[in-house]
């Protein structure tokens, strides 16, 4: 990277933090809240929205009757999968939150299932927050109007920004305007609550309106009707989205991690229901009426229908009321909701690099999301989500009427796999308990997972069969292609392996001493490691020894003990690595040998194996080809490559015309 391009990093970024500096970005309570619940909170700026407007589809009457019906199934439901996910972060505590819940107990493929939906999830978390943002915003500011793909791709560029720059960081600017937002969803529930007993609440602006049915909606059939209430809970499910963030990012808290993460768990999910219930109420007192925007003049003043009317959002409408006559009020819950609405999406930033850096270990994603970027932060995986997410916004015209539909079902496939193996996870435990009262707790935790997996997956089935047809089949698709896509990473990383893996006999090959001072860069004992020092003595060096980068100290500590057993008659040196580069260590162990004896020549010998299509190079790191090209520019030093050709190279040199560059200068 240039020395412009560096200074450009650093002033985005900041400036890079050394491993051992990763407890210092542990999050305490007050800041995690803000961090990991902003897309639970913020669904109450939209759920309630969700519920009046589906309900709004038999009429103004239908929604009078039933809002509160659907209003307490939503939040009874939010209870248990709230307890549920207590369970799961005392469980497991690691952080792979509902992945590792599920793989451990019920196996790999369901694994790997509620992994491909996290994933979709988490992605389309960034595009319906940060477009309903966009939309909230042009009602407010007309230079937004007509631009929302625009503004939603620079917030979307924003938000990634300030998440490379670390979680810690992050956080710290993100908790004012979360907390802002609290303070004024519960100011409005109080002012409102206080104006309906003195009496004086005034009416909301749709109120003077009444609503008509949709086509077809004035004589409902029983079933008819049922369906109806079905689609309006299932959306307002929405207000569920992100609460199994928090047992994915236990290891992000400050110790004890499982009870601050419970803690935290507890508080989102009481002061979303705090919200959710004074939203919903308000909206009954102030007479709001909603709706569809897909189904519009359906309002109607004295039985006419009322010709372009911009109706505001159930926030919106329920500040004018509120605070009728104190202007500061509406500007404050306006300006707050936008932005929580924009910074919901930073749920997903923190989500989505956690779990595709335990995927990435476990061999279903490139090995590349596994790594810490500068500021100890995932940042290929940010990228990765920021990219996806910008391609959904543009694909969708960051309209969030069209995006929500995709949404809430990866959640709740999630939801239910993980509660159901949480069930077996107490029944394995309970066999081996002999204590009555851990028992006793054991059973209790049992009960309310069994509620949870239950609950979640009606609300599951009750997503698919409301939303299929709605663009949530698009969602299942994309599923159904990451679980497949990753199912065949981990192939070709297994393929890779048992092709590399060193035998015993292998292993017991002598290296013969040299002449030459030749350095063998070592990461992983296996055949082309083998082969390079094999090579290595032909040279006849005077020193010969082997060297590896020290980035993960239990790694490198097993590499010395597995050097070590295997009796390799040669020196393992190490260089540290606290900012977990690989370049700049070996280019400085050179420089310093080259300074020490500046007429010898230092032969740098670097094994690496070679893959014949060009998806399998994404797959793989490219560190050996920017050593190569920096120890290039390094006098007095040589590099050989010691190649390693896999099966699927065979034949790829069939390929190429055999020419390389200098050819035409030697002659060929």
Known sequence: MSVTGRTIKRVLVGRAMRSDKLGDTLLPKRLALPIFASDALSSVAYAPDEILITLGAAGGAFVTTNSWYITGAVVFVMAIVVASYRQNVHAYP???????????????KAGLTVASALLVDYTLTVAVSVSSGVQNASAALPFVQGREVIVAVLLVVALTALNLRGVRESGSYF???????ILGIVGLAIVGVFRKLMGDLPLAESAKFSLAPQ???SSLSQFAMLFLLLRAFSSGCAALTGVEAISNGVPAFKKPKSKNAATTLLMMGSIAVIMLVSIIALSRWTGIHMQDPDHPGRLLLHGKPVENYNENTVLGQLSHAVFHGFAPGIIFVS?????????????AFNGFPVLASILAKDG?????????????????GILILAGAAVALIVIYHAETTRLIQLYIVGVF??????????IRHWNRHLKEEQDPKVRYRMRRSRVINAVGAVMAGLVLVVVLLTKFTHGAGYAVGAMVVLYILMLGIRRHYAHVRDELALSDIDGDEQVLPARLHVIVLV???????MRALAYARATRPAVLEALTVDVNHEETQALKDEWKRRDIPVTLSTVASPYREITRPVINYVRAIRRDSPRDVVMVYIPEY????????????????RLKARLLFTPGVMVTSVPWQLHSSEGSEDRFDGSAPGSVRLGR
């Open 94 to 108: 690691s952080g792979g939150g509902d992945y590792e819940v599920a793989t451990t107990n019920l196996g790999p």
């Open 175 to 181: 908790a004012i305007p979360v907390y802002l937002f």
């Open 215 to 217: 086509a077809g909606m």
């Open 335 to 347: 300006i707050v909701t936008g932005i929580i609405l924009v910074l919901a999406a930073n749920t």
């Open 364 to 380: 279903f994603l490139p090995r590349q999301l596994h790594t810490r970027g500068d500021r100890l932060a995932y940042s290929n």
């Open 413 to 422: 496939v999630s939801f239910t796999t993980s509660q159901t193996g949480m």
């Open 523 to 529: 990461s992983k004992i296996h055949k082309p490691t």
């Open 610 to 625: 070679v893959l014949g299509k060009w998806w399998e190079q994404l797959l793989h790191n490219q560190s050996a080809l």
